[in-house]
């Protein structure tokens, strides 16, 4: 993940309640029109709960899979 992948993952983020699963996020990110980008970076994180935003954006992979 690049320092912009990272901004548009926290951004896209915002506003969401904490804790949340992977499955949440990638919902949350798709319904506030986020790019393809950062879904694919949201879709690569492992499944689990994430306690807050930050942790979320540090977990996505560095080099998401591409679809």
Known sequence: M???D???ASKALQGLQ????KA???EYARERSA???TLRAL???PEGQYAN???AVE???QRPEQS
């Open 59 to 61: 977990s996505v992979p």
């Open 6 to 8: 990272e901004l548009r």
């Open 24 to 26: 949440d996020m990638v």
């Open 35 to 37: 790019s393809e980008g």
């Open 53 to 55: 935003r930050e942790q």
């Open 2 to 4: 690049t320092d912009r």
């Open 43 to 45: 879709e690569a994180l």
């Open 18 to 21: 904490f804790p949340t699963t």
